[in-house]
Structures are given as C-alpha cells and as structure tokens.
C-alpha cells in the first residue's frame, strides 16, 4: 500500500515538471530565448524508450549493408583475377585440347614418345612420335590409318591429321568422307578412298591413290581460293619443298596397307598370315625378278600377274595357249584356301609360261623357289620350272636349267650317279659329261627320294656362277652342294621362255601332236604355289627363313 502511494506521489512530481518545463519553453521561445535568473529551473534528463523489435531490425539492415558491400567487393576481385588470367594464357591454345580424338586399336612392335604407356587414347592438339614399329588408329569420324615409324604427327580434329614426317595410310569409309592429311607444303583431302602419304623432312610429300579418289590442295588453299586437283586410283603425285607438283604412277609397296599390316599383327598365331606378311617384304626385295602367288586376284586376261615390286607389269604366265599348252586348274593351296595354287595334269599338257622372260645369259646369278605338291599318279620326269633350248637334233642343241622330280624308273646311272627325286640340272654348252654340266638331287642326304608321300615340299635352287657353286634345298636344308671348278661367267643365254609345269622346247609343237607322245613325260602332275626367281643367291638364312615363314602342316594324300 506505501509503494503504491509512493508511485503516485513520484508521478504526479513528474507531470508537475513537465508542465513547467513546457511553459518555460514557451515564454523563452516567445522572448527570443533569453532566460534570466529569476526564472532558472532544476532541469531532469529526458529518458526515451525504444521498443527492441526496433533494434533488432536495425541490427538487421547494418548486416544486410555490410553483405551487399563484401559480396560487391568479392565480385570485383575475382573479375579482375579471372581477367589477368585470360590476359596471360597462350592464345594459340585450343580450348578442345586434351580431347579425345582417335583410339589406338593395335600396334605391332610400337613405341611412343609423348604418349603414357599403355594409353590407348590420343587427344586432339598434342604432337606424337611413333619411334619404332607400325600402329593402327581408329578416328572418332571412322577413317583407319596406319602409321609406320618413324613418323611424328598431330591429331587436329576428328577427321583431319598433321603429317609432319613419316609414313601414313588411310582407309577412309563413306562415314568419314572429307577427311585430311596436311603436309608442311600439301593438303589432301578425301573423296571416300585408300590412300597413302609419305612426308619427308625436307618439306618433300608424296601421296599414292590406291582406291577411289582424293583432292590435292595447298595448305592455305581455303584462304587463297585456289581450286585442288583431283588425283584417282592409281595415281600419284610427288610435290617438292617449294609445292611444284609431278604426277606418277602409285607404288603400293612404298607402304604398309591394312591387309599387311592385319598379317603383321597375326603373324605369330597364324600360318597363312606369317606367309603373306613374308611375301609382302619378299615383294619390296630389289633382286626379285618375279613372284606368282597364284592368288584370284592376283589373275586376269589369261595370265597370273607377276608382283615383283621391281617388275610388276612385266613378266606375267600365260596359263596355256591352246595349242602346245592348256591351261592348269585353281586349286587348294597348303594353307587350306580354295582357289589360290595350281593343279597340273601331265596327261594334258598343263603348263604355264612367260613369253617375255629376259635373257638370263646376262645374270651371274640365280636362284629359283617354289612350292609343290606331287600326285601319286605322275609322270617318271614331272618338271617344275625349266628354261630349256632342245632343238632335237643333239646334245650341242640342248642347253639351259630345269628343276625337275624323277622316279626310280628314270634314273640316270651315269657319271653323275642316280637323279631319282628332286633334282637340278644345268648345261651351257649341251655337252652332258664335261664340267660344265651338272647335276643336284635330293638322295641320299636327303633320307631318300621326293615322293607324292611328302605332301606339300618347299625347294630353292641357287646358281652363284662368280662364287663357283650351286646348291640345291628342300625344306630349308641343303641336301647338295656342287663346287664346279668350271662354272661359266654367266648363266647359258637361252632364247625360250620360262615354263612352270613343262618343257620350254615344246612349245612350238602343236597339242595335238603331244596327246599320247612320249614328251608328256615332262609335263608336271600335281600343285605348285608360290614361284619366286631372284637376279641374286639367297643365303642358306634367307632360305630357311622362307621355309619357316610358309611352312604349315603337311597333309598327305590318299593314293
């Protein structure tokens, strides 16, 4: 009850208060604001109460403020970074860079400079060495190139590649069509085809259309407006450092093209693809003067094509002529392939022959292989190769080599002892007993005579007329060996052609006259594959290194 008086009593003193102090206030205000003594009063301070909802929300505004201003500020520094940093960065570089722009399929041999071992991946943009060995890429856009060392090159798109030295070939689906290849001075562009590129240090280029077509162009063509040339299959075009071109004629061994190279890389579990990487090099040998693989596409216009890589075009077997000689039947290779050797019958005077085979009177060495497979039912002399002037009248007209299986009803017992089996034979001058002719045969190193039990038999012949010896192999060992102490300077001139299967001097004579005449003796009976003649003599490594690379199985016949 007191506190309650007291509170009345504390406030009634302040309303009194106030009350003076206002009409003080207004007296002073009305006499200009002069105050004299008389009229000073005891002066209270004033309490002002703000309600706190106020002050939260004030607080509130200041936070707000000062957020706005550090995010501002925020913004401003990082702009100013971002900015310094594009003002520093190298503006010739691709933002794509490090994409991925073609896969590494396969690789035979391979080693990289500026790749991880192991990636498979090849971004766009980055320089690349292929130090050793061949590879095969897959670009995103679906063209197949094959690279072989020592090639540096620069993927700069999904369908286009910066060739600055080295080997390429491109297999270009319709996909992919439009893809390129620039050279320091060319740019090659694609019309859906096979081509291949060889880019030389120097500043030289070379471009070879194997199939379909390309556009040749310079690299600032786009910015010249200069129209490309058109080059087709077949064709090549060499340009030198300066960009003047010459158009030739494609070399397909100059590269590696994706069927050699997918036997390069099946080499090691397949026969057939060891023997095609083998031939493929054997072809880009200098001293070959002709191969016939017997291949179908490796036939047309009555001939099997020679594919020497120093003589294609020349030296292709006739496969008969209806009159002296009909034509051998497509056979089973030993590989197993339809179609891909040759199968003589003795009874019909198959044989083949080339009628523009140079005069090997010229060379001072030879050497001669083939693959051969003997039917059961053959002749007592079956030939497998011969270059043989026989003119019928004597011995002083018959000169020149064969290669030949006998049996034992055709030996000869004379000074050179037995010939049964395999055997070589040479004369220069047509006398058969003096030292300028001899013979080579198979037995007795051999362990007996060629038979039709033998299956498929791989035999070289080599004449080294400078060295004085010739030798005679079967399946990669030398089974004979003639050190001639008189071996002529040069191999007997002979004006016949090379015959596979028969007797050269026959074929001046009508078929006719051969049906049931004692010279089908000479005539082959069985297969041969893979006739290769060399202008040089083959090391006895180099022979059994050929025997290796095709040797498959043997598969002996039913009698």
């Known amino acids: 009850m007191a506190e309650s008086v007291a509170n009345k009593k504390r406030a009634l003193q302040e309303s009194q208060t106030t009350q003076a102090l206002s009409s003080t206030s207004s007296a002073d205000l009305g006499r200009g604001g002069d105050v004299g003594p008389a009229h000073d009063v005891k002066r209270e301070p ?24 550090g995010v501002e500020l925020f913004s401003s520094s990082q702009h100013s970074d971002e900015k310094a940093a594009l003002d520093s960065a190298d503006p010739s570089e691709s933002p794509n860079a490090g994409r991925v722009v073609a896969q590494i399929r396969s690789s035979v041999r391979a080693q990289w400079i500026g790749l991880a071992p192991g990636e498979k991946r090849l971004p766009v943009s980055t320089p690349l060495t292929l130090s050793e060995g061949v590879a095969e890429l897959l670009m995103n856009e679906g063209a197949h190139l094959v690279l072989e060392a020592p090639c540096v090159f620069e993927l700069t798109g999904d369908n286009a590649v910066l060739l600055k030295s080295g080997k390429l070939v491109a297999n270009v689906p319709p996909s992919a069509s439009g893809f390129e290849v620039v050279t320091g001075n060319a740019r090659i562009i694609d019309i859906g085809t096979e081509f291949g590129v060889i880019a030389k240090p120097d500043g030289t280029m070379r471009a070879d259309v194997f199939q379909g077509e390309i556009q040749l162009a310079h690299p600032q063509s786009e ?209 058969t007993e003096n030292e300028s002719t001899w013979y080579l045969k198979d037995e007795p190193r051999s362990g007996g005579e060629t038979t039709a039990q033998d299956g498929w038999v791989h035999v070289v012949l080599t004449i080294d007329c400078d060295g004085g010896f010739v030798r005679l192999f079967k399946n990669g060992q030398e089974i004979d060996t003639n050190g001639v102490r008189y071996l002529p300077p040069h191999l007997p001139a002979v004006s016949q052609p090379l015959v596979i299967g028969g007797k050269a001097s026959l074929r001046g004579i ?50």
């Not at 083939?370 to 270059?387: D, G, K, V």
């Not at 010279?519 to 050929?546: C, K, Q, T, W, Y």
């Open 510 to 559: 009508d078929l006719v006259r051969l049906i049931g005449n004692s010279n089908l003796d000479a005539f082959f009976a069985g297969e041969i594959d893979d006739v290769a003649l060399f202008s040089r003599v083959l090391s006895p490594n180099e022979v059994i290194d050929m025997f290796t690379a095709g040797h498959t199985p043997s598969k002996t016949r039913s009698p």
């Open 46 to 69: 004033t309490v002002i109460v703000i309600p706190r909802v106020f002050v939260y929300l004030a607080a509130a505004a200041c936070l707000a403020l000062v957020a706005v201003l």
């Open 223 to 431: 910015r010249s407006g200069d129209s490309p040339q058109s080059l087709f299959a077949g064709q090549a075009v060499e340009a030198d450092a300066s960009g003047r071109l010459t158009v030739g004629e494609a070399y397909e061994l100059s590269f590696v093209r994706l069927d050699e190279y997918a036997a390069m890389r099946d080499a090691e579990h397949s026969a057939e693809a060891r023997w095609t990487a083998y031939t493929h090099k054997m072809r880009r040998d200098p001293g070959l003067l002709a191969y016939y693989s017997f291949d179908p596409e490796d036939r047309g216009d009555g001939r099997a094509r020679n594919t020497a890589g120093q003589t294609h075009g020349r030296f292709g077997a006739v496969l008969g002529d209806g009159r002296a000689f009909t034509r051998p039947t497509p056979s089973v290779d030993r590989f197993g392939r339809s179609g891909r050797a040759f199968s003589f019958d003795h009874r019909q005077a198959q044989a083949l022959y080339i009628d523009d085979w140079p005069d090997v009177g010229a060379l001072d060495a030879l050497t001669i292989s083939c693959w051969f497979r003997l039917n059961t039912e053959h002749a007592p002399w079956s030939l497998l190769l011969a270059q043989w002037h026989d003119d019928g009248s004597d011995e002083q007209g018959r000169y020149g080599f064969h290669l030949s299986v006998r049996d034992a009803s055709r030996t000869n017992t004379g000074p050179h002892g037995s010939t049964a089996g395999l055997q070589a034979h040479l004369s220069s001058d047509g006398h």
